[in-house]
């Protein structure tokens, strides 16, 4: 309803009017629609007024001005995360997550997009969690990625990464007793270990391995890239039941042979070399599995602190129960997919929010949604 003359406006109410006519427009908006819309909501005409208002958002980098040819008419828009970090600072009240062009900013800048399931289920928790959108407009993504990180070796597999650190700190011992021109302090070995991007040896090269040993690892004996080439890290009960030995041998690849789970107080150089591929193996291992769970730990997380908050709505919480265990059925980022119950469920979420706007347009009813989902991810949807 628009104010009348007379009318005594709030503190800030007019920047927050601006920021929210901004954040409601998908693109650049015009300066003659700004003032358009401040004399329709508040009755305010006068031009210098307008400025005012518009110059100062600027100078809290909450808005920018776009730049244009000299008379033609200057736009506005929120362009990025430290415009949205201003805004929030500046003006607490605004539900910044409930804007879709907001939202799009956080998936652009953590280079995500809803083309995939996971993508989806960012944006519908960045819709639904004020925590969860708020530490992604607060911290930056390295800073993020080590808190995750740090969550999943002391909470969800502690047990596990301890075994690897012993792994690694005998297999140092044993490098350093064992191999002369091995140079490495332990922590830059192990740092070197965990670095190295084992979950992609299956699509290495011989070439590539040995290059990667010989100028992180240098010092260690040819023999530790070649076997891994050989054995691509892989053991019998990894593999997919029916594979034989015959098919082994076609497509070229020796299981590794494995390791007692007791560690031993010394490796000998005869099983050194059988130690050091079967941490890597478990370095891959983690990493995988880390990768896969990364957002469902980050998620849950925000969901916990919305619910002591006092924030967490029913909404979030089903969504978040639903679609923890269930939304991605497949370790490999490339090919997750999603259920159909789980898009049934998103389909009344995006219906009720309105956004993502690209799945509303034409819809009626949820059901509209559904199917328009079922559309753009096709093969990526699976049954029940």
Same mark, same amino acid.
């Given at each position: 309803?628009?104010?009348?003359?007379?009318?005594?406006?709030?503190?800030?109410?007019?920047?927050?009017?601006?920021?929210?006519?901004?954040?409601?427009?998908?693109?650049?908006?015009?300066?003659?629609?700004?003032?358009?819309?401040?004399?329709?909501?508040?009755?305010?005409?006068?031009? $210098?007024?307008?400025?005012?208002?518009?110059? @100062?958002?600027?100078?809290?980098?909450?808005?920018?001005?776009?730049?244009? %040819?000299?008379?033609?008419?200057? &736009?506005?828009?929120?362009?990025?995360?430290?415009?949205?970090?201003?805004?929030?600072?500046?003006?607490?009240?605004?539900? !910044?997550?409930?804007?879709?062009?907001?939202?799009?900013?956080?998936?652009?800048?953590?280079?995500?997009?809803?083309?995939?399931?996971?993508?989806?289920?960012?944006?519908?928790?960045?819709?639904?969690?004020? $925590?969860?959108?708020?530490?992604?407009? +607060?911290?930056?993504?390295?800073?993020?990625?080590?808190?995750?990180?740090?969550?999943?070796?002391?909470?969800?597999?502690?047990?596990?990464?301890?075994?690897?650190?012993?792994?690694?700190?005998?297999?140092?011992?044993?490098?350093?007793?064992?191999?002369?021109?091995?140079?490495?302090?332990? %922590?830059?070995?192990?740092?070197?270990?965990?670095?190295?991007?084992?979950?992609?040896?299956?699509?290495?090269? %011989?070439?590539?391995?040995?290059?990667?040993?010989?100028?992180?690892?240098?010092?260690?004996?040819?023999?530790?890239?070649?076997?891994?080439?050989?054995?691509?890290?892989?053991?019998?009960?990894?593999? @997919?039941?029916?594979?034989?030995?015959?098919?082994? =041998?076609?497509?070229?690849?020796?299981? !590794?042979?494995?390791?007692?789970? %007791?560690?031993?107080?010394?490796?000998?150089?005869?099983?050194?070399?059988?130690?050091?591929?079967?941490?890597?193996?478990?370095?891959?291992?983690?990493?995988?599995?880390?990768?896969?769970?990364?957002?469902?730990?980050? !998620?849950?997380?925000?969901?916990?602190?919305?619910?002591?908050?006092?924030?967490?709505?029913?909404?979030?919480?089903?969504?978040?129960?639903?679609?923890?265990?269930?939304?991605?059925?497949?370790?490999?980022? @490339?090919?997750?997919?999603?259920?159909?119950?789980?898009?049934?469920?998103?389909?009344?979420?995006?219906?009720? &929010?309105?956004?993502?706007? =690209?799945?509303?347009?034409? $819809?009626?009813?949820? +059901?509209?949604? &559904?199917?328009?989902?079922? =559309?753009?991810?096709?093969?990526?949807?699976?049954?029940?």
């Amino acid at each position: 309803m628009a104010k009348t003359k007379g009318d005594r406006l709030k503190h800030k109410e007019v920047k927050v009017g601006i920021i929210e006519f901004i954040l409601k427009n998908s693109e650049s908006v015009s300066e003659p629609a700004i003032r358009d819309h401040l004399k329709e909501k508040y009755g305010i005409m006068d031009q $210098s007024t307008i400025n005012k208002h518009l110059h @100062a958002l600027q100078d809290l980098t909450c808005i920018e001005q776009i730049s244009h %040819k000299p008379g033609l008419r200057n &736009y506005w828009d929120i362009k990025n995360i430290k415009n949205l970090n201003n805004i929030k600072h500046e003006f607490p009240e605004l539900r !910044l997550n409930r804007y879709e062009k907001s939202i799009d900013l956080i998936m652009h800048h953590f280079g995500r997009h809803i083309m995939g399931p996971d993508g989806l289920k960012l944006y519908i928790q960045l819709l639904l969690s004020p $925590s969860l959108f708020n530490i992604c407009i +607060d911290t930056d993504i390295e800073t993020l990625d080590e808190g995750v990180w740090g969550i999943y070796i002391n909470w969800n597999g502690p047990c596990r990464h301890q075994h690897i650190e012993d792994l690694l700190k005998i297999c140092y011992t044993a490098c350093v007793k064992h191999y002369s021109s091995f140079q490495m302090s332990e %922590k830059a070995f192990i740092g070197m270990m965990n670095g190295l991007p084992f979950e992609h040896v299956g699509i290495f090269d %011989k070439a590539t391995i040995l290059k990667m040993f010989e100028t992180n690892l240098p010092g260690l004996p040819e023999e530790i890239p070649l076997k891994i080439f050989e054995t691509k890290l892989l053991r019998k009960e990894r593999l @997919a039941e029916g594979i034989t030995e015959e098919v082994l =041998k076609k497509i070229q690849i020796e299981l !590794l042979e494995e390791i007692p789970e %007791k560690i031993p107080e010394e490796i000998n150089n005869k099983d050194l070399i059988k130690y050091i591929l079967n941490t890597m193996r478990l370095l891959r291992e983690e990493s995988q599995d880390f990768s896969s769970t990364r957002d469902s730990i980050l !998620l849950e997380h925000c969901l916990k602190n919305d619910m002591l908050l006092g924030a967490g709505s029913e909404e979030e919480i089903a969504f978040m129960k639903k679609t923890k265990d269930t939304m991605f059925l497949a370790n490999n980022y @490339a090919y997750r997919k999603i259920k159909t119950d789980d898009l049934k469920l998103a389909s009344k979420i995006i219906f009720n &929010y309105k956004q993502p706007s =690209k799945f509303v347009e034409g $819809s009626n009813d949820p +059901d509209e949604i &559904y199917k328009n989902l079922l =559309k753009y991810y096709g093969t990526l949807v699976v049954g029940k």
